[in-house]
């Protein structure tokens, strides 16, 4: 379990840079107010340019990111191993048999980003982000990996993903990533 939890807080910044490339990227923002209503004489046409410009400096962007995390890494359930045996089978690779059928506690201090972000446990907040991730399920070489992270951003609003991760020149790295489902 411990090798699992070193490679979990090793992948995990990588995780959350691919989910969180920006702010909500998979969800469009609003379109902008109409301008308002301004007279234009018969025969007379105003052309007018939006010279305006997003840059970093704009407040929304410098905003601070409070995720909430699942406070255990999930176990995976009976469909979930079978999808990825499934998985390991089309991949040429051979599932560990290590028992993964009870979770752990995440240690927040161990999940480190390049952003702004901090992390709470889910049960200290109910009112922003989660995720959740489950356990990694190694082959046997114990070089390949794969589990699955679900991001749910408000009411009606998530996203699952099976990842499969692999260890190169000593550093494991994101392979692939599937969506599952998006609501």
Not at 64 to 71: E, L, M, N, S, Y
Not at 153 to 171: D, H, P, T, Y
Request: proline content about 9%; hydrophobic content about 35%; aromatic content about 12%.
């Amino acid at each position: 379990m411990e090798y699992e939890k070193a490679v979990l807080y090793e992948i995990f910044p990588a995780w959350i840079d691919s989910v969180y490339s920006a702010p909500y990227s998979h969800i469009l923002p609003p379109p902008p107010p109409p301008p308002p209503p301004s007279p234009v004489p018969q025969g007379q046409h105003q052309l007018k340019m939006d010279t305006t410009t997003i840059s970093g400096s704009t407040p929304i962007y410098n905003r601070k990111w409070v995720i909430a995390v699942q406070d255990s890494v999930l176990p995976l359930e009976p469909s979930d191993r079978e999808d990825f045996e499934d998985f390991f089978t089309t991949s040429g690779l051979i599932p560990d048999t290590t028992d993964i059928s009870h979770g752990y506690k995440i240690d927040l201090d161990k999940l480190k980003t390049g952003k702004d972000i901090t992390f709470i446990y889910r049960s200290e907040s109910e009112n922003t982000d989660i995720i959740s991730l489950s356990r990694i399920q190694f082959d046997t070489t114990g070089s390949y990996g794969v589990f699955w992270g679900e991001v749910y951003c408000g009411r009606l609003c998530a996203e699952g993903i099976r990842v499969s991760i692999r260890k190169i020149n000593g550093k494991w790295v994101i392979h692939d990533m599937e969506v599952l489902y998006v609501s």
